[in-house]
């Protein structure tokens, strides 16, 4: 982390609570910082709970990165009853008797889920349509025509509860994916209809819930956490001299390969640049100091 006139820098882990809204969280940890610069890598739902990775002064640059992490979530499905958001905090549009749904067939269902599906984006998400969040449509009654995009269920895990026609599940998934979709798409491939009922963010990439803090405990990490686990560039000062004027420059004296993108640190370990492809080059993506 730094500080100086800028105010501080770095990446946060907090554990959000049920009730806030993914911008709550930004606006208090701005309070509790000192700084309007703070920004979130990926939006959870008021009524979930978990990992929201902020972003804080010149680490907000970097959440773009961030927002491609796979996440995992747990949560519960319900069969039997569909709602209106696809979650336990809307209204029931419908009911059907599931009864007679055996565990073993819910396994089989849930396993032709995993792998790269089609999924349409619930009303209740926060993509845009003609300027306008599907939330904001969807609040006055209304509802628009969604494309289907493509998502990767990773892992899409079930087991019993004491309860009839209610299971714990375990997800892994790409970024993008819409859980209480996976949920609402089992029920109807079971024959009748679910929802979905305590979500919880385990982890967003290699940030998991163990190491989060409440926002009012925020506990900053330094930039190059943001890459934690990732491919690591180091480079001795003159390179560091260029990358601090943003030079586009050639692989080999950057001393990348591959796909990128690129941190690019000092022999201390101060993230300063991300480099991405340019051609057969590396061109800054982000430029931390200068």
Do not use: N
């Amino acid at each position: 982390m730094s500080g100086g006139r800028q105010g501080p820098d770095g990446i946060a882990i907090v554990d959000k609570e049920a009730g806030w809204t993914s911008h709550d969280v930004v606006a208090r940890a701005r309070g509790v910082l000192g700084t309007r610069k703070v920004g979130h890598s990926g939006t959870l739902d008021p009524d979930a709970t978990g990992v929201l990775v902020l972003g804080v002064g010149r680490a907000t640059r970097l959440l773009r990165f961030l927002t491609l992490l796979p996440k995992t979530y747990t949560c519960q499905i319900l069969l039997g009853t569909e709602t209106s958001t696809l979650d336990a905090s809307g209204e029931v549009t419908a009911e059907h008797d599931m009864s007679a749904v055996s565990f073993e067939e819910v396994v089989a269902v849930t396993a032709g889920l995993v792998g790269e599906i089609s999924q349409v984006p619930p009303m209740v998400s926060a993509i845009k349509v003609d300027g306008r969040r599907l939330y904001e449509i969807a609040r006055e009654g209304g509802e628009v025509k969604r494309a289907a995009r493509s998502v990767t269920v990773h892992r899409f895990d079930v087991l019993e509860t004491d309860d009839p026609g209610i299971y714990e599940a375990l997800v892994e998934c790409s970024s993008g994916t819409y859980v209480r979709s996976l949920a609402a798409d089992l029920g109807t491939a079971l024959g009748g209809g679910a929802h979905l009922d305590g979500l919880r963010r385990l982890s967003v990439g290699p940030f998991r819930d163990a190491e989060a803090t409440s926002v009012e405990g925020i506990d900053l990490l330094p930039m190059a956490e943001a890459f934690r686990g990732g491919e690591r560039v180091v480079v001795d000062e003159d390179v560091a001299g260029d990358v601090a004027h943003g030079r586009v420059m050639d692989l080999d004296r950057l001393g990348v390969g591959g796909t990128g993108p690129w941190p690019v640190h000092t022999a201390d370990g101060s993230l300063i640049a991300v480099y991405e492809p340019h051609r057969d080059r590396a061109k800054p993506a982000v430029v931390l100091v200068g």
